[in-house]
């Protein structure tokens, strides 16, 4: 079985732009959540969407957003980017929704801000 | 909020020494799991702890939930190179459908 999938790998972006991450979860898994890591922060929970639904949102502004297709795919977006969202973003994909299960994690998109 | 913190930040043990991380929450938890990430890499899921005080194994590795599940260890022994990495807990708010919260990791850097 194929695992997580995320696209692209590595970016680099200027402030002020706009990016958006893509995440194919494992084939079966509909919950798909986003996490932001960096080294003066850890993992950070960003997002968690359960059948197109966000189902739980962590402590980020209104500029991380996300979505999910029928398909089960997941895209984040972050508008107006800043210095300091130079992060590895991680998505991890589970067999159904709720933080009580196994979280499958993809490679992570590595964003560099500059 | 809920957090979850770790200790050591850091360890460098030699191959063949006994490692052990320790996880502590703010909050009572509802279950705790336990990743491993090697450098450069992404995290991938050791374990899940759900009963006050249990008790797992995985051949060298000992996990164990507090009794009053705001606490968790990762026990390694007779370290190997194999192990080097950054383990995490990360955790579940009793009570609610929340999210998973991690800790703040414990690297391991193990030498011969």
């Known amino acids: 079985k194929a695992g997580v999938t995320q696209t692209p790998r590595y970016l680099i972006k200027t402030r002020g732009q706009q990016v958006t991450l893509s995440c194919s979860p494992i084939?079966?898994?509909?919950?798909v959540s986003w996490y932001q890591q960096t080294p003066g922060q850890g993992l950070q929970f960003l997002f968690e969407?359960?059948?197109?639904?966000?189902?739980n949102k962590g402590n980020f502004p209104g500029r991380f957003s996300g979505r999910q297709f029928s398909n089960s795919r997941s895209e984040m977006n972050v508008s107006t980017l800043e210095l300091g969202d130079s992060a590895l973003y991680l998505c991890?994909?589970?067999?159904?929704?709720?933080?009580?299960?196994?979280?499958?994690f993809g490679p992570g998109t590595r964003l560099t801000v500059l | 909020g809920q957090q979850v913190m770790q200790i050591p930040q850091y360890q460098h043990v030699q191959e063949g020494e006994d490692f052990t991380t320790y996880c502590n929450s703010s909050t009572t938890l509802s279950n705790i799991q336990w990743y491993k990430q090697r450098p450069g890499g992404h995290p991938v899921f050791l374990i899940q702890?759900?009963?006050?005080?249990e008790v797992k194994k995985q051949k060298r590795l000992t996990f164990q939930f507090g009794e009053a599940k705001k606490n968790s260890s990762l026990h390694i022994t007779a370290t190997q190179t194999t192990d080097v990495g950054t383990y995490f807990c990360?955790?579940?708010?009793?009570?609610?459908?929340?999210?998973?919260?991690f800790g703040t990791g414990t690297r391991l850097q193990v030498t011969l």
């Open positions: 990360a955790g579940q708010r009793t009570g609610t459908a929340s999210k998973l919260t």
């Open positions: 991890a994909s589970s067999l159904v929704a709720g933080a009580a299960n196994e979280q499958f």
């Open positions: 702890l759900v009963k006050s005080g």
């Open positions: 084939s079966g898994h509909r919950s």
């Open positions: 969407y359960f059948s197109e639904t966000q189902r």
